[in-house]
């Protein structure tokens, strides 16, 4: 199951469209990512990126990131040292608060 992203101007985006563009090859600077449609106009990703990654290359993939999502919606960045599992030992790398697959799904609850 995935969480597909419902923008504003009436396109749905697979997430996997956004994997292409954060990781496109090894050398990638994203090592991680977890990507959270918080309203159909605001997308919010976190990023864990390698050491010493390019500027210049981050800013590139951000500009391809924004142009996928088109100038309706925002899209807030931001590094962070890691992205922390959930009590399963699990993290989902796209997720909507629009409405999900995974609802009625107890992700966070502690395990049985």
Not at 5 to 25: A, E, I
Not at 32 to 44: A, H, K, V, W
Not at 77 to 88: K, Q
């Amino acid at each position: 199951m995935n969480d597909g992203f419902s923008l504003p101007d009436g396109r749905w985006l697979h997430p996997f469209r956004f994997t292409n563009l954060l990781v496109p090859d090894p050398d990638a600077p994203v090592r991680q990512f977890q990507l959270t449609q918080e309203r159909e106009d605001l997308i919010r990703a976190q990023l864990v990126v390698a050491p010493g990654a390019s500027p210049a290359r981050l800013d590139a993939t951000r500009a391809a990131m924004q142009q996928l999502l088109g100038p309706q919606v925002e899209l807030h960045w931001t590094v962070v040292p890691r992205i922390n599992l959930g009590t399963h030992g699990k993290f989902r790398v796209f997720r909507s608060k629009l409405g999900s697959a995974y609802d009625g799904y107890a992700e966070d609850a502690p395990p049985a």
